[in-house]
């Protein structure tokens, strides 16, 4: 039984370039929930996705990000024209229904270093 | 909005002494509340959860009351270990179905 996996665990890239963030939910599991953890800060909400479908993206950036759940294949994080700022770890979540009391399982994380 | 607060760390404490960390919330609906933690360079664990007012989470030695007349959420242990040092937030999961975070207490256990 796989949990939720993310690749890379670590990624660097310079100011200016694209990064590409995937994460493989659990098996059975269809909700997938990106957040943004800052240094020495809480996790933040970025984006919910169910396959094919963005459901809540109140959380990402209106500019340079983008994430998508295909019908194959892993969710896709996406951040363009990377900055400073955009340092960070990444962590992946899902869940097998779209239920409140349904815990997330989550990720080891995508720690994303801008340079 | 929906929101979390949790006493600020690092909290530092002996093996074998009693822990208590503090966590708030508010929120509009009737949220679920989960304690997850965090060891490093690792993803969140679920360490407990209660989806109702007077419900009790428990797991390893850990345990926590939803307290609707307080909004709280305070985690507690008995006797900690040095293998609990790590990070520990409080979160709130509620209509939306994402969750909302503390920003999370350091936890260390010295022997």
């Known amino acids: 039984n796989a949990g939720v996996m993310q690749n890379p665990r670590h990624l660097v890239r310079r100011r200016g370039q694209e990064a590409r963030l995937r994460c493989s939910p659990m098996?059975?599991?269809?909700?997938v929930y990106w957040y943004r953890q800052l240094p020495e800060e809480g996790l933040k909400f970025m984006v919910y996705?169910?396959?094919?479908?963005?459901?809540?993206e109140s959380g990402m950036p209106k500019e340079r990000f983008s994430a998508e759940f295909p019908k194959e294949g892993p969710s896709i994080l996406r951040i363009q024209q990377v900055v400073r700022g955009d340092s960070a770890a990444y962590f992946c979540?899902?869940?097998?229904?779209?239920?409140?009391?349904?815990?997330?399982?989550f990720g080891d994380g995508t720690r994303l270093s801008i340079l | 909005g929906d929101s979390v607060t949790q006493m600020e760390g690092p909290v530092t404490l002996s093996e074998e002494a009693f822990l208590t960390i503090n966590c708030t919330y508010t929120?509009?609906?009737?949220?679920?509340l989960f304690w997850y933690v965090q060891y490093p360079g690792e993803g969140l664990q679920l360490l407990l959860k209660?989806?109702?007012?007077?419900d009790k989470g428990s797991n390893k030695g850990f345990e926590a009351t939803y307290r609707k007349e307080t909004t709280s959420f305070h985690l507690e242990k008995g006797s900690v270990q040095v293998s609990d040092s790590a990070v520990y937030f409080c979160?709130?999961?509620?209509?939306?179905?994402?969750?909302?975070f503390g920003g999370g207490t350091r936890l260390m256990v010295k022997p």
């Open positions: 209660a989806t109702k007012a007077d």
């Open positions: 979540a899902s869940s097998p229904m779209a239920v409140s009391n349904q815990p997330q399982h």
């Open positions: 996705l169910q396959k094919e479908n963005i459901i809540d």
């Open positions: 979160a709130l999961s509620d209509a939306g179905n994402m969750l909302t």
């Open positions: 098996k059975g599991h269809s909700h």
């Open positions: 929120a509009t609906g009737y949220p679920s």
